[in-house]
């Protein structure tokens, strides 16, 4: 829909990967070793990736 007809959007749930998936917990693990903060640089940027590319529940 575009235009005026569409003026807003609600998202009530971002598309987060399950926290018990393996390959998640080793990449936020390998982030943790690096220093770095798994939120922001793993499970953040993966879940926005998934929601602009159409994510449905």
């Known amino acids: 829909m ?3 007809a569409l003026s807003l959007v609600i998202i009530d749930k971002l598309p ?3 926290p ?10 390998d982030c943790r070793l690096r220093g770095g903060d798994p939120f ?5 940027p993966d ?7 159409g994510w449905v529940a």
């Open 20 to 29: 018990d998936d393996p390959l998640l917990k080793a990449r936020m693990e």
């Open 47 to 53: 879940a926005v990736i998934t929601l602009k590319q």
């Open 16 to 18: 987060f990967t399950s």
């Open 40 to 44: 922001d640089e793993v499970q953040l």
């Open 2 to 4: 575009r235009g005026d």
